[in-house]
């Protein structure tokens, strides 16, 4: 348990500008999308197992609230990849060329391309979460 905790709070002090926001940042995304797809896997074999089961959940996935979580899942899928192929470049082709400032610039980017990817995919996901669960826009 105490390495749990000095890991928490290792985790949450702050030690850095951009490359600790990018660190942190990184790891919960891939601890949602992981989250995610085991809950998928899951909910996927509900077809065979549970069929009953498996159309709850499907009710239960077009609530407003999964309707907001799939949102943020998109952002952390788009982060995580970003942030992902950022590391993979660095790391094979570029290890001489690292340093802060070059790291900080780079974290930028990665944020900024992940906004660029996602607020058009959170716009039109967000359109249809008010058609289809409020009857706005035409619905």
Known sequence: ??????????????????GHWSFLLHRIT??????????HIIDIAFVYLAPQLFL???????STLFGIGEVGLVFCVFFHGV????????DL?????????????WTRVTLLITLVLWLPAAAIMLRNLLFHNFGLFGG
């Open 30 to 39: 891939g601890l949602g999308t992981g989250l995610f797809l085991t809950i």
């Open 93 to 105: 082709f570029k290890p001489a060329a690292w340093s802060i400032s070059t790291q900080r610039n």
């Open 83 to 90: 942030n992902g192929l950022r590391i993979a470049f660095v």
């Open 1 to 18: 348990m105490s390495a749990l905790k000095t890991t928490l709070t290792g985790y949450a002090g702050y030690r850095g500008r951009e």
């Open 56 to 62: 709850d959940a499907l009710n239960l996935y077009q």
